[in-house]
């Protein structure tokens, strides 16, 4: 079966510091992958979505960039964290081939920029 | 451009009380509607979701949705709700675009 992992679960950094953030999917090959922010009363916002190892598409312009080094890893990133990046983010995944599927959600990290 | 609306934002029943959640969404091309629920403590997870045929569908707890296409709705109802049902509710659009857009959710609240 698959299964979606993200770390950390939890994470308080300073305004300025770099981020990292991982996804990973185990038990399926060439998914769709999906970074969003969740803000409370305010749903959940696309950030990228990729189709495949080095194929990422931006959803809005920010301070975040996202990259995919392996089929099933899918990383965002900041140079320079702002208060304003607080929040809480998913990775979901989805099956190769059109976005027409489901997607299945990690767990989420939440983040807050201090 | 693609957008999902959800009318409402809390949601407050009493156990055994009727459900509706209201979605409506804005695209002209083909779509593929979904409700994902989140419970307190837990990952998003897939309510139900239409692809095409049967405008009705069913999904688990005894959820279900209708795909109204003339009216660009997809609104979820449940007969009977149970205290286990306080959550928060999305409902979701895929396109052939290849891009998904969630509402803003709906917190669903039961009082026992």
């Known amino acids: 079966s698959q299964t979606i992992h993200q770390w950390p679960a939890t994470l308080v950094q300073p305004v300025g510091s770099p981020l990292s953030l991982e996804c990973t999917v185990e038990?399926?090959?060439?998914?769709?992958l999906y970074w969003y922010r969740q803000a409370a009363g305010r749903g959940l916002q696309l950030l990228f979505y990729?189709?495949?190892?080095?194929?990422i598409s931006s959803e809005v312009p920010q301070n975040l960039s996202a990259s995919r080094p392996q089929d099933r890893q899918f990383i965002l990133s900041s140079k320079k964290l702002l208060l304003s990046d607080s929040g809480f983010y998913l990775c979901?995944?989805?099956?190769?081939?059109?976005?027409?599927?489901?997607?299945?959600f990690g767990p989420g990290t939440r983040l807050t920029v201090l | 451009a693609q957008s999902v609306s959800q009318h409402n934002h809390h949601v407050i029943l009493s156990e055994a009380a009727s459900l509706e959640l209201g979605c409506n969404y804005s695209?002209?091309?083909?779509?593929?509607l979904f409700w994902y629920v989140q419970y307190p403590g837990q990952h998003l997870q897939l309510l139900l979701k239409?692809?095409?045929?049967?405008?009705l569908v069913k999904g688990i707890k005894g959820f279900e949705a209708e795909f109204i296409k003339s009216k660009f709705s997809f609104n979820l109802r449940k007969p009977s709700v149970q205290w286990s049902d306080t959550a928060e509710y999305f409902c979701?659009?895929?396109?052939?675009?290849?891009?998904?857009?969630f509402g803003d959710g709906t917190t669903l609240t039961v009082k026992p």
């Open positions: 979901a995944w989805s099956p190769p081939g059109p976005n027409y599927n489901e997607q299945f």
């Open positions: 239409y692809f095409s045929g049967d405008p």
């Open positions: 038990g399926t090959s060439n998914p769709n």
């Open positions: 695209y002209g091309g083909t779509v593929n």
């Open positions: 990729s189709v495949g190892i080095g194929q």
């Open positions: 979701a659009l895929n396109t052939n675009a290849g891009k998904s857009t």
